[in-house]
Nanobody
Framework: QVQLVESGGGLVQPGGSLRLSCAAS????????MGWFRQAPGKEREGVSC????????YLADSVKGRFTISRDNAKNTVYLQMNSLKPEDTAVYYC????????????????????????WGQGTQVTVSS
């Protein structure tokens, strides 16, 4: 049974940083691309970033470029999202998810991440950016 568990969310002031983690189990982690999505109240789920399992290629949404970094540790079956210079508009529930390896290149070409490409989802972790 595939399980994805996010952690690291919380309340942070504008300009602050958080590091989210997503620990995966029940799957061959190296076989999957990993993605981070977020969803704010009343809004659609938004793709934030994804990372390939093969070549370490990444995609970052324009809204987070220069502020967020995605990485993965295949030995620990974990993907991370380092979030710096946080803004109130970053407030959302953040989810990690798995996808076929090719979906990172697809995101790079299309300039977006479609939630329908992603198969397994975590329960989410709340990030609140407020003073």
């Amino acid at each position: 049974q595939v399980q994805l568990v996010e952690s690291g969310g919380g309340l942070v002031q504008p300009g602050g940083s958080l590091r989210l983690s997503c620990a995966a189990s029940g799957l061959s982690f190296k076989a999957f691309a990993m993605g981070w999505f977020r969803q704010a109240p009343g809004k659609e789920r938004e793709g934030v970033s994804c990372i390939s399992s093969r070549d370490g290629g990444t995609y970052l949404a324009d809204s987070v470029k220069g502020r967020f970094t995605i990485s993965r540790d295949n030995a620990k079956n974990t993907v991370y999202l380092q979030m710096n210079s946080l803004k109130p508009e970053d407030t959302a529930v953040y989810y990690c998810a798995t996808a076929p390896p090719s979906r990172v290149a697809t995101a790079q070409v299309m300039g977006m991440m479609n939630p329908r490409w992603y198969e397994n989802w975590g329960q989410g972790t709340q990030v609140t950016v407020s003073s």
